[in-house]
C-alpha cells in the first residue's frame, strides 16, 4: 500500500506569489489496483502524482511505501526507490527528440551496472511487446502519435517497475488511441501492477479498469470510493 498522511505541497514558499497546490491530503493506495485521480486542471493532480512516484517531495505530511516513509529519505536513496518501483508515462510523452526509439526506451534504465548489450536486449524486448522492434533505431519524431505512445508506456516499463503512474495519459489522444491506451492499462493490470493514473477525461475515469475515482479540487480530496 502506498500512504499519503497529511500531504501538502507550497510552491514559491515565503515569496509573493507562494501558493499550495496540495493542501493536507490524506489518502491510501492499494498495490495491484488501478486508481484515477480525477479532477479539474489545476486542481493538484500532477503535484500529488509526483510526490507520490518519489519526483518530488512534500512541503508537509509523510508518504509511505507499505511501511517505509520515504518522505525523508536523502536523495540517492529517493532516486533508487524511483527507479525501481515506478514507471512514468507523461502527458506529452516526454521522449528525446533526435534519440532513436530504442535509446528512448533506455533512458530510464540509467545509471546502471548492466551491460549495454544486455540493457539492449530488454530493451527490445520491450518495444516488441507493443510491435516497435522493427522501429527501434528509427528517431523518435519519424514515429506515428501512436506508436510514440506505445514508445512512451515501453519506456515506462523497462525497469519492470510494480506501479505505473500515467499523467493524464489520454491529454494528447484521439478516442481510438485513447481507447488502445487503457486497453495496455488493463493487460498490465491483469500482469498484477498497480496503476495510478491522472486524467479528466471520461475514457479513462469511467472506464471499468477504475477500481477507485479520487476526486481532487483546489488541492484537496472531495471524494473517493469506486466508481459509481
Ligand atoms: N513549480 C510550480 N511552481 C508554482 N506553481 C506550480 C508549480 N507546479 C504546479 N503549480 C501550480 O499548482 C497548481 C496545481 O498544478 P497541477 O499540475 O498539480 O494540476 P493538475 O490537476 O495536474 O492540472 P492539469 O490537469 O492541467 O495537468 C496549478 O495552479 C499550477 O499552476
Known sequence: MITARNVSKTFNAGRPNEFRAVSDVTL?????RTTVLKGPSGSGKTTLLGMIGCMSRPSAGRIFLGEREITSLPERFLTSIRRRTFGFIFQQFHLVKGLT????VMIPAYPTPERLGSLQKRALDTLAMFNLEGKA???IEWLSGGEAQRAAIARALINDP???VADEPTAHLDTRLSHEFMGIM???KGEGKTIILSSHDPIVYDSDLADRIV??????????????
Not at 526509439?101 to 528512448?104: A, K
Open 186 to 188: 488493463r493487460t498490465l
Open 28 to 32: 491510501s493506495i492499494d498495490l495491484g
Open 137 to 139: 533505431g528509427a528517431k
Open 101 to 104: 526509439v530504442l535509446e528512448n
Open 215 to 228: 476526486e481532487m479540487r483546489d488541492g484537496r480530496i472531495v471524494a473517493a470510493g469506486a466508481p459509481s
Open 162 to 164: 510494480a506501479i505505473i
